[in-house]
Nanobody, 126 residues
Framework: QVQLVESGGGLVQAGGSLRLSCAGS????????GAWFRQAPGKEREFVAA????????HYAESVKGRFTISRDSAKKTLYLQMNSLKPEDTAVYLC???????????????????WGQGTQVTVSS
């Protein structure tokens, strides 16, 4: 089990950029698949992006593909989400998630991740 702490959220105008960070604890964090999810008010939590520890492949929701980039720095035990060309519909609480046993077919599934951060608010104004 790892502890996750997100940072980097805030208020930005449409078209702007933000970079979210997720600091993980524990010596095994570098062996975990890391992901970002988001939850807007009144809506269900949804997958945004993930990066596998095996091979480093990245996966994105269609709604953010080409605008968001997920990356990780294993030495710093940190997961990142670079968000460009932000839209008002990107407004949500963004949550970091991680797990050591995520299989590829489940990488977009909320239930595949045991460890979650508290979230950071991202608000995009029009």
């Amino acid at each position: 089990q790892v502890q996750l702490v997100e940072s980097g959220g805030g208020l930005v105008q449409a078209g702007g950029s933000l970079r979210l960070s997720c600091a993980g604890s524990g010596p095994t964090f570098r062996t975990y698949t890391g992901a970002w999810f988001r939850q807007a008010p009144g809506k269900e939590r949804e997958f945004v992006a993930a990066i596998r520890h095996v091979g480093g492949s990245t996966h994105y929701a269609e709604s953010v593909k080409g605008r968001f980039t997920i990356s990780r720095d294993s030495a710093k035990k940190t997961l990142y989400l670079q968000m460009n060309s932000l839209k008002p519909e990107d407004t949500a609480v963004y949550l970091c998630a991680a797990d050591s046993g995520v299989i590829l077919s489940q990488i977009r599934s909320i239930g595949a991740y045991d460890d979650w951060g508290q979230g950071t608010q991202v608000t995009v104004s029009s």
